[in-house]
């Protein structure tokens, strides 16, 4: 069974500072990893889809990475703004045909 | 284009009784999955339906169930409610299968509270 792991649980930055989420998974056999943006009781928004056959993904100030072997994928925020502050959760597709969630890194960036 | 529309917003239900969530997937998505996200359990899958048909279940008893309509629109019941049912209940659509390579885009959540 896929389990997918993010530490930290939460994290407090200064604006401008640049952030970096870990999301690591136990069975390296996965189709894709997304990284998702989820806002207090709110649906969860895509911000970026690496495939397996793919070493990272970039999107405006955003890059994610993935190391499938050593199960480890990062998030890179760059120049945070007080407006990413959410909750940030990584799912793994495996060859279970199933997406396994991490339970998130709350991010808060301050003014 | 319009989003994923998920009905009711908010639910209040008493142990034991049942209650069905829709989903209504962006248009030509022939993809709705549903998950559960609790604060103890995170985001668990409950189940993908694709073209009509079950695709794929995660661990969660039978009284979860589910289907599709020919236009891809998905409902969820759950039967005999208990305490521990209450979630934020989230849909999410694709074009195609959801573990494939595509994009999920989620719904806002039907807030279930059971009492």
């Known amino acids: 069974k896929q389990e997918v792991t993010q530490i930290p649980a939460a994290l407090s930055v200064p604006e401008g500072e640049n952030l970096v989420l870990n999301c690591s998974f136990t069975d390296s056999a996965i189709y894709n990893l997304q990284w998702f943006r989820q806002d207090p009781g709110k649906g969860l928004t895509s911000l970026l889809l690496i495939q397996s056959s793919q070493r990272e993904q970039t999107s405006g100030r955003l890059n994610a990475s993935l190391d499938k072997s050593s199960g480890r994928s990062t998030l890179y925020i760059a120049a945070s703004q007080p407006g990413d502050s959410a909750t940030y959760l990584c799912a793994v597709s495996s060859d279970d045909y199933k997406l396994s969630f991490g339970a998130g890194t709350t991010v808060t960036v301050r003014a | ?115």
């Open chain 2, 1 to 115: 284009k319009a989003g994923v529309t998920q009905t009711p917003r908010y639910l209040i239900k008493t142990r034991g009784q049942q209650v069905t969530l829709s989903c209504s997937p962006i248009s030509g998505h022939r993809s709705v999955s549903w998950y559960q996200q609790t604060p103890g359990q995170g985001l668990q899958f409950l189940f993908e339906y694709f073209s009509e048909t079950q695709r794929n279940k995660g661990n969660f008893p039978g009284r979860f169930s589910g289907r599709q309509f020919s236009n891809s629109r998905s409902e969820m019941n759950v039967s005999t409610l208990e305490l521990g049912d209450s979630a934020l209940y989230l849909c999410a659509s694709s074009s195609g299968q959801a573990w494939a390579n595509e994009k999920l885009f989620f719904g806002s959540g039907t807030q279930l509270s059971v009492l």
